[in-house]
């Protein structure tokens, strides 16, 4: 059984210690078929970068959708407190109006109780008149 990684080493001709292996920039290059380990490699954080990419888009949206969440939350809690503030004024305004229609009857109830004597005594009055005004 072959392996399936052909490995060439490098040496660093600039370096004493002669490090055999320092990934890319030593020289190590390992052949799996027609592809290097860089082209692997960058093909791996490639599609890695795309990936996070695609889930920083993702994120980036629920964000958008959070916000947007938030904001028809907030319009709505505006609504309802002009609702609230609404519905409170219309109650205040309804109380005033009953206030005013229960002193309105009490007033009713004097006023008409004054023109019952008021009309009695301009009936006695008439009367007397009348029958003064015939008998002379």
């Not at 692997?40 to 695609?54: C, G, I, L, P």
């Not at 009490?106 to 009055?125: D, G, I, P």
């Amino acid at each position: 059984m072959q392996p399936s990684c052909r490995c060439v080493l490098r040496f660093q001709s600039d370096n004493s210690d002669l490090h055999p292996f320092i990934p890319f920039t030593s020289g190590f290059v390992c052949v799996r078929g027609s592809k290097s380990v860089f082209q692997e490699s960058q093909k791996f954080f490639e599609e890695t970068s795309q990936q996070k990419d695609m889930e920083l888009q993702s994120l980036k949206d629920m964000v958008r959708a959070q916000d947007a969440s938030t904001s028809e939350k907030g319009a709505k809690d505006q609504q309802l407190s002009e609702k609230d503030a609404t519905i409170k004024t219309l109650t205040e305004q309804w109380k005033m109006t009953s206030e005013q229609m229960r002193i309105m009857q009490e007033n009713f109830a004097t006023m008409e109780e004054r023109w019952r004597q008021e009309k009695s005594q301009l009936q006695v009055l008439f009367v007397l008149v009348f029958h003064f005004v015939w008998l002379n």
